[in-house]
T-cell receptor
Framework: DTGVSQDPRHKITKRGQNVTFRCDPI?????LYWYRQTLGQGPEFLTY????????KSRLLSDRFSAERPKGSFSTLEIQRTEQGDSAMYLC????????????FGQGTRLTVV | EDQVTQSPEALRLQEGESSSLNCSYT??????LFWYRQDPGKGPEFLFT???AGEEKEKERLKATLTKKESFLHITAPKPEDSATYLC?????????????FGTGTKLQVIP
């Protein structure tokens, strides 16, 4: 399978714990995006990388959230001191660099904070 | 601020009953409009990209069209397997070159 891969698919954590998600993009894609989606809503942009550089961050990305993409390959999204409001589906997507092009999504990580 | 409004929120069709989903948008300089399909518990699946008014794209029973203010996703003779949430998204304007704004989707149910 050469699509976008996310791990884990599901995560249940206690409030206050830290969690980390991983995303492996399509190999030839240089752009990588993180989105958050809650029930009944469309995905909301969080941040994006071009190669290893984080080029844009949404104001939704509080200081408890941090994303990295070392060496421009896989990416991680960490949430520190989780809150119940962080419960959502976290989606990763990737695209080529040239122009405005469609992004291809992974299956997401469903986070439940109890 | 870029805005995307999809209607209806939900649509129930009989198998074979054609219909259209609407995506209205406001943006200061559209660079691309995307349609995705999303099944429950899964990530969005890419369907189409449209770049300029008058453009149309087709795939099986689906056809996407674009005007300066809205996009339509036409579904011809739908089958139960077309049941999903259809998302519209746009790139451009105040969102930056690659920040995409999604609508809340239309949940389509096709009854056999």
């Amino acid at each position: 399978d050469t699509g976008v891969s996310q791990d884990p698919r599901h995560k249940i954590t206690k409030r206050g714990q830290n969690v980390t998600f991983r995303c492996d993009p399509i190999s030839e894609h240089n752009r990588l995006y993180w989105y958050r989606q809650t029930l009944g809503q469309g995905p909301e942009f969080l941040t994006y990388f071009q190669n290893e550089a984080q080029l844009e961050k949404s104001r939704l990305l509080s200081d408890r959230f941090s994303a990295e993409r070392p060496k421009g390959s896989f990416s991680t999204l960490e949430i520190q001191r989780t809150e119940q409001g962080d419960s959502a589906m976290y989606l990763c997507a990737s695209s080529v660099v040239q122009g405005v092009t469609e992004a291809f999504f992974g299956q997401g990580t469903r986070l439940t904070v109890v | 601020e870029d805005q995307v409004t999809q209607s209806p929120e939900a649509l129930r069709l009989q198998e074979g009953e054609s219909s259209s989903l609407n995506c209205s948008y406001t943006v200061s300089g559209l660079r691309g409009l995307f349609w995705y399909r999303q099944d429950p518990g899964k990530g969005p699946e890419f369907l189409f990209t449209l770049y300029s008014a008058g453009e149309e794209k087709e795939k099986e029973r689906l056809k996407a069209t674009l005007t300066k203010k809205e996009s339509f996703l036409h579904i011809t003779a739908p089958k139960p397997e077309d049941s999903a949430t259809y998302l519209c998204a746009l790139a451009g304007g105040s969102g930056g070159y690659q920040k995409v704004t999604f609508g809340t989707g239309t949940k389509l149910q096709v009854i056999p």
